[in-house]
T-cell receptor, first 111, second 114 residues
């Protein structure tokens, strides 16, 4: 049973436009959500996180939105840049416990 | 600063051979440690999770085992590899007691079972 779901395997966005990556979760006990970026043959790197007590967190071009009632979060990247092309993983954790990842979304930034 | 080392970077092993992947963390103590596997179409699958020495949780039934002989050392093993064990294995750590924090990953090991 997948507790963290990323239903879009891939997404293509024009350079300069907004990229929106979506994530759904099933466990209402999750209290911390994270986004990671991964290039091929490398370990994932942390991008941005959000606590369940917030609904928005912004860091430069990256903003994460959390809708607890819908058990949904999204990552917005604006403006999208060529270096943003990578696989993005959504993850969730509960009280400093294990971190569960989604299957990832491959983002292609088109020139 | 904290660093995580994982080796080897690539490994080609025959079916039925044993496996040992090692991960060590520096610059922190009593971390949570993780082994993940990235296989095609399956994202980052949590294999093992450890909150302390000899305290390891297995998340999925499989042909693998994990051990934590020292506080900052995490080992992934198998007695007999299967073809389905091929994948990209990632070790990670997270600090304890912060009520929600990110995990920091090693560079990964590409395992090909032939």
């Amino acid at each position: 049973d997948q507790q963290v779901k990323q239903n879009s395997p891939s997404l293509s966005v024009q350079e300069g436009r907004i990229s929106i990556l979506n994530c759904d979760y099933t466990n209402s006990m999750f209290d911390y959500f994270l986004w990671y970026k991964k290039y091929p043959a490398e370990g994932p790197t942390f991008l941005i996180s959000i606590s369940s007590i917030k609904d928005k967190n912004e860091d430069g071009r990256f903003t994460v939105f959390l809708n607890k009632s819908a058990k949904h979060l999204s990552l917005h990247i604006v403006p999208s840049q060529p270096g943003d092309s990578a696989v993005y993983f959504c993850a969730a954790s509960y009280r400093d416990d294990k971190i569960i990842f989604g299957k990832g979304t491959r983002l292609h930034i088109l020139p | 600063s904290q660093t995580i080392h994982q080796w080897p970077a690539t490994l080609v092993q025959p079916v039925g051979s044993p496996l040992s992947l090692e991960c060590t963390v520096e610059g922190t103590s009593n971390p949570n440690l993780y082994w993940y596997r990235q296989a095609a179409g399956r994202g980052l699958q949590l294999l093992f999770y450890s909150i302390g020495i000899d305290q390891i949780s297995s998340e999925v039934p499989q042909n693998l085992s994990a051990s934590r002989p020292q506080d900052r050392q995490f080992i992934l093993s198998s007695k007999k590899l299967l073809l389905s064990d091929s994948g990209f294995y990632l070790c990670a750590w997270s600090p304890k007691g912060k009520g929600g924090t990110e995990a920091f990953f090693g560079q990964g090991t590409r395992l090909t079972v032939v």
